[in-house]
Every structure is written in C-alpha cells, then in structure tokens.
C-alpha cells in the first residue's frame, strides 16, 4: 500500500506569531480529531522550521518539509538553503519544483533534476511538482508535457531512489484561482502519470508512488477528489492555512 499524505504548503505566509499559533492548532486537532494512516507534511517558510519543530511530537504522524532547498552542497550561495542544513534540522520531506519556484525563479527541469539528487542525497523526500498552465490546457497537449517535466527531472534516478519520491500534480490554471481540477481530470491525470511511471520503472514502482492532487482543494473538494483511486492525497496552498479547514482537508484522505 502506498502512502497517504496531506502536506500544507505555506507558501511565503505568516509572521513568527501566527505560524506557532497555527502549528499548535494542527498539532492539537490532528491529535483529537484525525483517525486513520494520513501523514501530514507542514512546509512552513524555512526560517520557522526549527521553531515549528518544538510543537511537533516526535515520532508522530507529523512531519515537517522545507519550501525547496539549493541543488548544490555548500557554498557561497548567498540566501540559500541546503539539503544538508534542513536535514540537520529534522526535516524530512522537500517541496522542488513547484510552480511559483519555476515561474518566478527560472528554476528548470535540469535545475530540478540536481536539486532532487540533492535532496535524496541527504535522506530527504521530494514532493517534486508538476502541471500545466491554462494555456498548455486549452490547447490540449498537456499530459504530454506534464509526463516530459517528470521525465526530465527524474527519470535518471534508480528504482530505489525512485521509492523515496513523492509526486504533486498541480494544474497552475487551479493554484490559487478557486478553479479546482474535477475529480475526473484529477484521476485522468494521475492515472497516467502512474502509468507513464509504470512504463520507466515497471508496475512496482508506479503503485508504491504516492501522487497528490493540489491546486484550490479544501476542505469542501477534499473528500471527493481524495475519493480517487490514484488521487494519494495533497498539496494545500490557500487552505492549509486555517487550521480547522486544514483538519477538514486531512480527515478527507481516507
Ligand atoms: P492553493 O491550494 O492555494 O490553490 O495552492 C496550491 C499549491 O500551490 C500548493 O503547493
């Protein structure tokens, strides 16, 4: 059985304050109120991990992920964050490649490919992003391109590093516009991004690899899109920031 996840993406929201008010709140309402395997990933921005950290039980069904990290080791990178810097800190999981990082940073697919060798390198797993624009959408060829961005950034890796990747298709039409993919285009996609998978890696790989959904789901969407048969979860922009509406989000990934 492959992994279930919900991971709330911050974003470059929240002052110091309300960040450890939210943490808590998650923290407590996860415990009280969720049954069930979910892990849950929160991806606050990097200078309140170590803090978030302290409200996180260790050992738990918890996690914390960085925003993105630098694809190189060390070195005079002014601003930037490593691997190696976030795993000393407890962090487990990455977000790389997401939209905003690839539109507003120029990050490519090359770039994408060393920062999840990076990543991996140091017992980190990637939540790697993938999606097309609106544009890409209208005209019709999208899946293609979608299944190039996963070729590219990670098909050099081996099966075994293949089984520490955690895949998030997010449509950029859907982030952020309240337009949310059907569940019917969610589940099209992710059926054919786990058989493109398949085609690589064989059937193994491809079912053992957690793919999220993400782009406006909250908590009213939540249930049936996770309801999918290869929809493992998701990515959570806008509504991960409510803690009550982000419970709501968790307890719908059954
Ligand atoms: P929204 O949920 O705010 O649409 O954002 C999705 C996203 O980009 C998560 O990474």
Known sequence: MRKRIVA????????????????????NMVKDEVVGETEVVLCPPSVFLTSLKQYVPAGGRIALGAQNCHEKASGAYTGEVSAAMLQSIGVQYVILGHSERRQYFNETTAQLAEKVNAALANGLTPIFCCGESL??????????????????????????????????????????????????????????????????????????TPILYGGSANAQNAAELFAQPDVDGGLIGGASLKSRDFTTVIKANK
């Open 135 to 208: 544009e890409m959408h209208e005209r019709g060829d999208y899946v293609g391109f979608v299944k190039e961005q996963i070729t590219q950034s990670l098909f050099h890796l081996s099966p075994e590093q293949f089984a520490s990747i955690v895949i998030a298709y997010e449509p950029i039409w859907a982030i952020g516009t309240g337009l949310t993919a059907s569940s019917q285009q969610a589940q099209d996609m992710h059926l054919a991004l786990r058989q493109h998978l398949a085609s690589h890696y064989g059937d193994e790989v491809a079912q053992n």
């Open 8 to 27: 709330g993406n911050w974003k470059m929201n929240k002052t110091y304050e309300e960040a450890m008010a939210l943490v808590s709140e998650v923290v």
